[in-house]
């Protein structure tokens, strides 16, 4: 909230950029000349909230990267139940014998009631599992939303008719209770109906189902941008010269596209960490043994009331993390779209 | 008007049908055998191909799906089961009753769940959102903008159990969250329904406070609200009939789909407070493998969402009447 300084700088920017655009590329005999992705740095550089959030997002990604390190540095894994070896950590209700869900400067954390989990360790390795989930889940959904939307809006016709009407009916599933439904028939295409379900089966489950469902709404998007750009000069132009189809798509239109791209992305990163902690608080995503962020809220509310310390860190960190990712996305929309209003 | 809803309403039975054979085709499309559930333990090969007979699962996946379309309009017969009535949605397995049965059973529970959360959430969110428009830039705007983006931030299968714990345990100011019907006993159906509301609207009350203040501020900016002001109008009645009209559209449309969605069961919230809804009811269903019953519940959830679609554009028409309907 500084009106000065970016109201007398915006008209210079926006020359530059026009200035920039009709030089080609290859111009840099001027020491100033700027791209709009420099621009949007700048821009973003500038906002100290997204900054800061930044920040706290690139800690959550940093520990869920080294959580192995971590837990090897502080000598204990989120699998071993410290419990059965030391009765004394847990009271005669299984519950944790010392104060604040017995937090220590042994178990940071504290220990998880019943089976005497070491706390800090899960939630580290927890918060690695969901965001790999959605992470993942963000790029298939990223990929398969472009395909889709910038093949219809480029083909048009037909192909469009159809994309759109699946689009429609996708949109129109109640997205929640198709992912809970949809789980079991993805585990049932590969597992047989009495077989354990392994980890790695459920989360890639979890990202197909995810991405199934999420890629309509970015292709919805992008094939509406994609009819704007379709009729613009530009690409008449590179139809005439003779361009390749591959080529007016990778170089003429994609790069028009990348600003929806990447804030669409930045929405549903969130949103997918969310939605992947709630499914396995549900109990048809991730379970038990699987450290997970939504497995330790489903562990937590079965004793939420004798022992609410271990429903907080789980439940605190993911507020912040989602908080701080929200931030994050709005900052990033005002640095490449600064004319967007809110 | 009527030729509008006539088209939109045979377009949305249109897109019922595709969602029922799509999930028809997907849940039936995995090798699991319903007819071992309602065998029990002691079962013999004769009586698993009687009971697949009886529930009309030996025959191929289109023509189980043609029998189940068939039975949605004129009933059906599940011999050794029971009868299921005119507009009949399957049998369940797991529970041995009809599924449309349960469904109306459950159905109020979530009505009043969904209903109740919108009326708080309209009323909170849609004030915030007026007062932060008229207060732009000062301190009461920027706690709203703040308050509403940390809103948002919060999940409710954390939010509901830290209320819980504090509000109800420690504090004893909100009754257990359960559901007592309204006709049997209105009080304790509000005290029993009030803190899901309050959790529930938390997170929508967020959506439309940040929704309401920035469509009223550029309403507010356009130039016919000026020349009301310039005309004499008071501040008053400009904001709510000049401003607050125009800035109403997509409000009205959003609350339209979320109304829709949360109709087809708050499945976390439900979770959450042990509220036995419809979303529950899915939950269940997904566990037990019941998959006529889930198949119910999503015919049931994607109607309420397509319905509420059409009655949003109805309504939109009558509050822009630059609008028209074809």
Redesign the interface.
């Known amino acids: 909230m500084t009106p000065p300084t970016p109201s007398a700088a915006a008209p210079l920017e926006v020359t530059d950029e026009s200035v920039e655009k009709s030089l080609s590329p290859s111009t840099t005999k001027g020491s100033e000349s700027r791209s709009p992705g420099r621009l949007a740095w700048k821009r973003f550089k500038r906002d100290r909230t997204g900054v800061i959030s930044a920040y706290i997002v690139i800690f959550f990604f940093v520990i869920a990267i080294a959580a192995p390190l971590i837990a090897k540095l502080y000598g204990k894994n989120p699998y071993t139940t410290y419990a059965s070896q030391r009765p004394e950590l847990l009271d005669a209700f299984s519950y944790p014998s010392g104060p604040n869900g017995g937090m220590s400067s042994e178990f940071w954390f504290g220990i998880e009631p019943q089976l005497g989990r070491d706390v800090f360790t899960f939630l580290l390795y927890g918060i690695r599992t969901s965001l790999g989930i959605a992470v993942a889940a963000t790029l298939l959904t990223t990929v398969v939303g472009v395909v889709v939307g910038v093949t219809a809006g480029y083909l048009g016709g037909k192909t469009d008719y159809l994309v759109g009407r699946i689009i429609?009916?996708l949109l129109?599933?109640?997205s929640?209770?198709?992912f809970?439904?949809?789980?079991?028939?993805v585990y049932?295409?590969f597992v047989?109906?009495d077989e354990n379900i392994p980890t790695s089966l459920r989360a890639i489950s979890l990202i197909l189902v995810l991405s199934a469902f999420g890629w309509a709404s970015i292709a919805r998007l992008l094939r509406g941008q994609v009819l704007g750009l379709r009729e613009r000069e530009y690409i008449e132009a590179a139809k005439v010269t003779g361009a390749s189809p591959k080529r007016i798509v990778f170089k003429e239109l994609l790069p028009n596209l990348w600003t929806p791209i990447i804030i669409q992305s930045t929405l549903m990163l969130?949103a997918y960490v969310?939605a992947e902690?709630?499914l396995a608080?549900?109990?048809?995503g991730i379970i038990d043994p699987t450290p997970d962020w939504?497995v330790m809220?489903q562990r937590?509310?079965q004793f939420?009331?004798e022992d609410?310390t271990f429903?907080?860190f789980?439940?605190?960190s993911?507020?912040i993390f989602?908080?701080a990712f929200?931030?994050l996305g709005d900052s990033v929309r005002d640095a490449l779209d600064p004319k967007s209003?809110? | 008007m009527s030729r509008f809803l006539v088209r939109r309403v045979l377009g949305a039975l249109v897109?019922l049908l595709?969602?029922s054979a799509?999930?028809f085709g997907?849940?039936y499309?995995?090798?699991?055998d319903p007819a071992m559930m309602s065998c029990g333990k002691n079962c013999t090969p004769d009586m698993l191909a009687q009971i697949r007979h009886n529930l009309g699962i030996d025959h191929p996946i289109p023509v189980q799906y043609w029998d189940w379309l068939k039975g949605v309009f004129v009933g059906r017969d599940y011999a050794g089961f029971g009868n299921c009535n005119a507009p009949c949605l399957g049998y369940s397995f797991a529970n041995r009753e009809p599924v449309l049965g349960t469904i109306m059973d459950r159905l109020p529970t979530t009505l009043s769940l969904a209903f109740g959360a919108a009326v708080v959430f309209l009323i909170f969110g849609v004030g915030a959102g007026m007062l932060a428009a008229v207060k732009q830039g000062k301190f009461l705007d920027k706690f709203a903008s703040s308050a509403s983006?940390?809103g948002?931030?919060?999940?409710i299968?954390?939010v509901g159990?830290?209320a819980?714990?504090f509000l109800v345990?420690k504090l004893h100011l909100f009754a257990q969250p359960s559901y007592t019907p309204f006709t049997e006993d209105p009080v304790s159906w509000f005290s029993g329904l009030l803190l899901p509301w309050l959790t529930l609207a938390i997170i929508f009350t967020a959506n439309y406070t940040?929704m309401t203040r920035?469509q009223l501020v550029?309403q507010l900016s356009e130039d016919y609200v000026r020349t009301a002001r310039a005309k004499g109008l008071s501040r008053a009645n400009v904001f709510f009939r000049f401003a607050w009209r125009g800035a109403m559209g997509p409000i009205v449309t959003v609350f339209g789909i979320d109304l829709g969605?949360l109709i087809?069961?708050a499945?976390?919230t439900e979770?959450?407070f042990s509220i036995q809804g419809i979303?529950r009811l899915?939950?269940d269903s997904?566990?037990k493998?019941d998959l006529p019953m889930?198949l119910g519940?999503?015919i049931l959830?994607?109607g309420?969402?397509?319905f509420f679609?059409i009655i949003v554009d109805a309504v939109y028409a009558l509050i822009d009447p630059r609008i028209r309907l074809a």
């Open positions: 429609d009916i129109s599933f109640p929640t209770l198709f809970i439904a949809f789980m079991p028939v049932g295409l047989a109906p969130p969310t902690a709630g608080f549900l109990g048809v939504g809220i937590g509310a939420y009331t609410l429903m907080l789980p439940g605190l993911m507020v989602v908080l929200n931030l209003k809110r | 897109i595709i969602i799509i999930t997907l849940f499309a995995i090798p699991r983006l940390f948002s931030s919060l999940q299968y954390f159990y830290v819980m714990f345990s940040r920035s550029e969605v087809g069961g499945i976390i979770s959450t979303g899915a939950v997904v566990n493998s889930l519940v999503t959830s994607a309420a969402i397509v679609n």
